[in-house]
């Protein structure tokens, strides 16, 4: 099960501040967690300041998402995005399908796309 993204900088990885760009472009082979056989995914992100959420992509096990997100960056040494996939659900609480994954910024900011395992 992994979740897929490209991230690309307009900030390289020596600086201590600035911009990250990241793109969610979408995940594949996530669980099931809804009684259709399917599930409902969207990704919750934190970066050192901002929060995103992305839309909801219905009855889908490899969702497509291909959504750019700006995080301010304080510390490029230091700094992480987290990134968690949850199952929509209409009646009680969202489901989470795999952990959270952390990224380091320093690590986005040499702007190669990357391949994150959510469990």
Known sequence: RSSLAKPRSDAPAAVQSGRVVVKLIGASNLEARDISGFSDPYVKC?????????????????????????????????????????????????????????????????????RFDLD
């Open 46 to 114: 934190q970066g050192p300041k901002e929060k995103f959420r992305s839309s909801v992509r219905k009855e889908t096990l490899h969702p497509r998402w291909n959504s750019d997100m700006l995080f301010h960056v304080r510390n490029a040494a230091r700094d992480h995005i987290e990134f968690q996939v949850f199952d929509r659900d209409v009646i009680g609480n969202d489901d989470n399908i795999g952990h959270k994954v952390r990224v380091e910024v320093r690590a986005l900011a040499r702007g190669v796309p990357e």
